[in-house]
């Protein structure tokens, strides 16, 4: 089978994030946290650029409008607009990842620990920046914030996880595609440059996942070889916050993007699956501990109004906390993150029920 094929097969399994829209509308913000704001670094999904006016350049410009003075970096994996884009599709995780560490070392603003905020694709990417590069020299990634981001991987084409079986052209054309992935999305060249590629987990072949996965399967911790730096980096947050898209069909099943995932018989929720039970991350000892928010966003993949990120995400945002002489010192929540008047319905918003495969 021809690397084009399978090129084709692996990009659809993005196709569907091309269309995401972040619309603006007049505010109606809940209270945000006075200054001064923990800095603030952003990694945006497939299709973006790190600066893109529509895109994740919109979002870094309402955070500076929310929260003044606050510092934001987005993270760029290629050189120019055009360059960046196509790293979200072609390139190496693991390279992208230690480039992103090294641009992060370099940045005085970012001494006193940040918070991370990714987005698709760049909250998994986030995460292991965070597992690889805490304890390394970066500064400390505080809050990690993601948005519809795989974190269990994907297992399927967008939308043919609500394609009914059996006949018609769209069920013909899932199948296809699905044969393709599943007899090439592991060869190693896909593994080393395709993104999509990277973080794919075919519930079916595990063993040839465990075996073959160029990231995610080292970022799991899915390997017998289980990395204990990466458990003291994730259980060193001090809020991990998941959000979920109730209607997601780019990220199959959506639930991985709160660490759940298909086992081969169901859709498993985090705390259902075995590397929540032997706490394999360390997403146990976090939720346990109060520092795991599983929260939801209505609509499709990426589909979010600024008011609406400024209003459920921004709140999640630790400020600085400074001490009687002006000194930066910890960082403090936000008073909605105490607990202490917090009402159900800002944790976890209403999600849709997963249809059956």
Known sequence: MGHGCLILAVLLLSSASLGAA?????????ALPPGPYLPIVLWHGMGDSCCNPQGIGAVQDRIQRALPGVFVHSVATGATESADVLSTYFGDANAQVRA?????????????????????????LLRGLL?????????AMHTLITMGSPHQGVMDVPGCWDVGGGAGVAWSWCKAMQAL???????SWLQHNLLQAQYFKDPYH?????????????????????????????????SLVLY????????????????????????????ETAAYRDDRLGLRTLNESGRLTLANCPGFHMQFTLDWFEQHVLPHSPAALRDVDGNAGTAR?????????L???????????????
């Open 22 to 30: 972040i619309r603006d509308t007049p505010a109606s913000r809940l």
């Open 100 to 124: 992103a560490c090294d641009a992060l070392r370099a940045l005085p603003q970012l001494a006193g620990g940040y918070v991370a905020v990714g987005f698709s694709q760049g909250g998994l």
């Open 131 to 139: 597992e690889r590069c805490t304890g390394k020299g970066a500064p």
């Open 181 to 187: 992935l599943g007899h090439g999305v592991y060869y």
């Open 206 to 238: 595990l063993d040839w996942y465990r075996e073959t996965s160029g990231f995610l399967a080292d970022i799991n911790n899915d390997r017998d070889a289980r990395n204990s730096s990466y458990v003291a980096a994730l259980t060193s947050l001090r």
């Open 244 to 271: 979920q898209f109730d209607n997601d069909l780019t990220v199959v099943p959506r639930e991985s993007s709160q660490f759940g995932f298909y086992n081969g018989t169901h859709t498993e929720s985090m705390e």
């Open 333 to 341: 929540l936000h008073p909605l993150l105490t607990g202490a008047t």
């Open 343 to 357: 009402s159900p319905s800002h944790v976890r918003l209403p999600s849709l029920p997963l249809p059956a495969p």
